[in-house]
């Protein structure tokens, strides 16, 4: 006699199957119907718990297609016991996420004013950057900046964050920062005249940055004064940048302030 299974779903009705991944320790998954992102930290029997790149622990059930990994819904479940270890941090403290793809680029951006700022912060912040799906744009000076706001016309999807030099009260830069900021977008800089002067002395072998006299140009008085090739400020700026390895490096003016933009540019995501 003909079995027939007890089960009359059509199959074409019945849910696809989904892989199960090991629940490893720095693994980055979305939970389904919160949006929560973060990597496992701790699987105990039956729960999850994931930490996003701002140390926020969540709580979740294992239960079946209930994460989504790099935007395919998983089955997560227990790992054996040579699970590796904890994962490592990145240049900017946030928890390593090895292997992860980048995230398809968000309508909001971060404009820095400054070759140089640009590339330190792609060192230090650009893993986090690319997880999130935020880009970062090289901005020539503030004396445009509100014909570029204008322009970008930021809104609650498209949200603008701008770090600039030298922000500090009574500044030009602080008249136009004010002229911009706004519900959705964010106008913050570091005191620094320079972006050099967010590295850390200690990092670079010296005791102090020198101090420059009014009209001088700063680069160049301090290559002088430290005896550093004035007539090559390029070549000393990729000498500083190459003694830079984390946020432990630079000052916390500095990293207040972009961590201060990348929450900006990327609230509402759940987390």
């Excluded at 005791?207 to 700063?218: L, M, Y």
Aim: glycine share 10%.
């Amino acid at each position: 006699m003909r079995q027939y299974s007890p089960d009359l779903t059509p199959p074409w009705k019945k849910p696809k199957p989904v892989p199960e991944v090991p629940a490893d320790p720095g693994l980055v998954v979305e939970e389904a119907d919160t949006g929560f992102c973060g990597a496992v930290i701790r699987c105990e029997a039956g729960t999850v718990t994931l930490e996003d790149r701002f140390g926020k622990h969540r709580v979740f059930p294992l239960e079946p297609r209930g994460f989504l990994l790099e935007g395919q819904v998983v089955t997560l479940v227990r790992p054996s016991s040579a699970a590796p270890p904890r994962p490592t941090r990145t240049a900017s403290g946030s928890v390593a996420v090895p292997g992860a793809r980048a995230r398809v680029a968000r309508a909001g951006r971060i404009y820095v004013e400054g070759r140089h700022d640009a590339e330190l912060v792609e060192k230090v912040w650009g893993d986090d950057l690319r997880i999130e799906g935020v880009v970062v744009e090289y901005l020539e000076g503030v004396d445009d900046l509100p014909a570029i706001v204008a322009d970008f016309a930021p809104g609650p999807d498209a949200r603008l964050g701008v770090l600039v030099d030298h922000l500090v009260p009574g500044s030009k830069e602080s008249r136009i920062a004010a002229s911009v900021t706004g519900e959705h977008a964010l106008v913050v800089g570091h005191p620094y005249i320079d972006i050099w002067e967010a590295v850390k002395p200690s990092s670079l072998g010296i005791e102090e940055w020198p101090r420059v006299p009014r009209g001088q140009d700063w680069k160049t008085g301090v290559c002088q004064t430290l005896g550093w090739p004035a007539e090559n400020t390029g070549a000393v700026w990729q000498a500083i940048l190459g003694r830079v390895s984390s946020y432990k490096d630079l000052e916390p003016e500095l990293l207040g302030r972009v961590e201060e933009l990348i929450d900006f540019v990327t609230v509402g995501d759940g987390a």
